[in-house]
């Protein structure tokens, strides 16, 4: 199936007043379509499995921004560390720290999201809003923690989902605060990552600052 030129250039326009910044998500996809959207400017894409996405940047320009947006296994870092451009999903302290000795080993500083759950019926990853005070102080030269990222509950219920955005956005202006004001380095917040293909328009209007939209793009996986 073609890329979805119409719905790509439709929503750059959305965002564009937004400054938001999207990651087309890229999973399950062939190299061949992430190309057709990179000639059309695209450079920030998103993927899920560590193998699949190690592949696909040995195959494709160097100058894409990889995100890494599944759940992240501590044992698989080391294969997207020497160039991995943000990492979503971070969602222990263990985690966090394979990250660090991984970004020691390849001499760079990795950027990183760390997931909180917001979907309150769903068993999905991340901290508890309460966990998250004691991550921020995380204090290393090599991690940046860049900010937060959340999913919202899978339904059609769009009131719900703007409530979970709302509160995901409350949360991450309490930690702004925080971090621009502690003594810690690590942690300095300019990301909120939150939107999908289904409700990032409620999520741009609750104050997301970065979208990941897959089927909208590429089609139905
Ligand atoms: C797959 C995925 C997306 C994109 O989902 P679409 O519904 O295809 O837009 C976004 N975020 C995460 C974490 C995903 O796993």
């Known amino acids: 199936m073609p890329v979805n030129r119409e719905a790509y250039q439709q929503i750059i326009k959305e965002l564009e007043p937004t400054k938001a910044t999207l990651v087309a998500v890229s999973k399950t996809k062939p190299v061949e379509e992430i190309r057709e959207l990179y000639d059309l400017g695209q450079r920030d894409f998103g993927e899920n499995y560590v193998q699949e996405l190690a592949e696909k940047a040995e195959q494709l ?9 599944g759940h992240l296994q ?3 870092v080391k294969h997207i560390a020497p160039f991995i451009h943000l990492i979503h999903g971070v969602d222990s302290n263990k985690l966090l720290e394979e990250i660090d000795k991984q970004a020691i080993k ?14 309150k019926e769903e068993t999905k990853f991340g901290f508890e809003e309460s966990e998250l005070a004691n991550v921020v102080v995380y204090d290393s030269p090599n991690i940046s923690i860049k900010g937060l990222m959340g999913m919202a509950s899978f339904t059609e219920d769009m009131e719900k989902v703007r409530q979970e955005f ?17 003594t810690h380095k690590s942690a300095k917040f300019t990301t909120l990552s939150m939107g999908m293909s289904s409700d990032y328009r409620v ?11 897959g089927s909208l793009l590429f089609g139905a996986r």
């Open 166 to 182: 709302r509160s995901l956005k409350e949360i991450y202006d309490r930690h702004a605060v925080l971090t621009a004001n502690s």
């Open 106 to 119: 390849n001499n760079r500083v990795i950027d990183c999201l760390l997931q909180v759950y917001i979907a």
């Open 74 to 76: 501590s044992n698989k």
């Open 203 to 213: 999520a741009l209007e609750e104050g997301s600052g970065m979208v990941r939209i």
């Open 61 to 69: 320009p160097k100058d894409i921004r990889w995100h890494f947006i």
